[in-house]
T-cell receptor
Framework: GAVVSQHPSRVICKSGTSVKIECRSL??????MFWYRQFPKQSLMLMAT?????????EQGVEKDKFLINHASLTLSTLTVTSAHPEDSSFYIC?????????????FGPGTRLTVL | QKEVEQNSGPLSVPEGAIASLNCTYS??????FFWYRQYSGKSPELIMS????GDKEDGRFTAQLNKASQYVSLLIRDSQPSDSATYLC??????????FGSGTRLLVRP
């Protein structure tokens, strides 16, 4: 099946620094990727939709200037958490739908655990 | 506001029993429905997808969809301790976004 990778799998950073998370589709092209955030014992919440070659669209309540998304190629989307604070500590997961069947399931990356000290 | 509702559980069943997980959704325009299993600290993995009314079976898993009632369920037969996880119901909206329920924690007792 299709594979989506994320890097890094875990990151610990100091408050006020920026952290970049990469999401790659390894064996298929993804014009769209989705970024989710999951706090402990809660479900996945969609943060934004990453669109190759155009601006990302953000869900209500998600600060676009804090969570910068760049979809530079058909296989790579990056999420940068700027000026991270402890409340940004969470599990960040990306996903990508198959181009030919967008109504089919999305392929999820393994997630990135962010801890902000 | 599009919503997907699940009982948070935990749902505890003995090994070998049938586990029944339920989900309701608010968006009548939804076309695709999914059940994911998520182990602690891991990403969700797809268990079942269903697109039309009725039942869909895959091994020990059966998904049931009733669009009139806006209801989707997952049955797990012959439950195993390894099935213990959180099960997420997800509904895809018209812009291909997945809306997740809060998840039901399943515990299968040996």
């Amino acid at each position: 099946g299709a594979v989506v990778s994320q890097h890094p799998s875990r990151v610990i950073c100091k408050s006020g620094t920026s952290v970049k998370i990469e999401c790659r589709s390894l064996d298929f092209q993804a014009t769209t990727m989705f970024w989710y955030r999951q706090f402990p014992k809660q479900s996945l919440m969609l943060m934004a939709t990453s669109n190759e070659g155009s601006k990302a669209t953000y869900e209500q309540g998600v600060e676009k200037d804090k969570f910068l998304i760049n979809h530079a190629s058909l296989t790579l989307s990056t999420l940068t958490v700027t000026s991270a604070h402890p409340e940004d500590s969470s599990f960040y997961i990306c996903s990508a739908p198959p181009q030919r069947e967008p109504t089919d399931t999305q392929y999820f990356g393994p997630g990135t655990r962010l801890t902000v000290l | 506001q599009k919503e997907v509702e699940q009982n948070s559980g935990p749902l505890s069943v003995p090994e070998g029993a049938i586990a029944s997980l339920n989900c309701t959704y608010s968006d009548r325009g939804s076309q695709s429905f999914f059940w994911y299993r998520q182990y602690s600290g891991k990403s969700p993995e797809l268990i079942m997808s269903i697109y039309s009314n009725g039942d869909k079976e895959d091994g020990r898993f059966t998904a049931q969809l009733n669009k009139a009632s806006q209801y989707v369920s997952l049955l797990i037969r012959d439950s195993q301790p390894s099935d213990s996880a959180t099960y997420l119901c997800a509904v895809m909206d018209s812009s291909y976004k997945l809306i997740f329920g809060s998840g039901t924690r399943l515990l299968v007792r040996p």
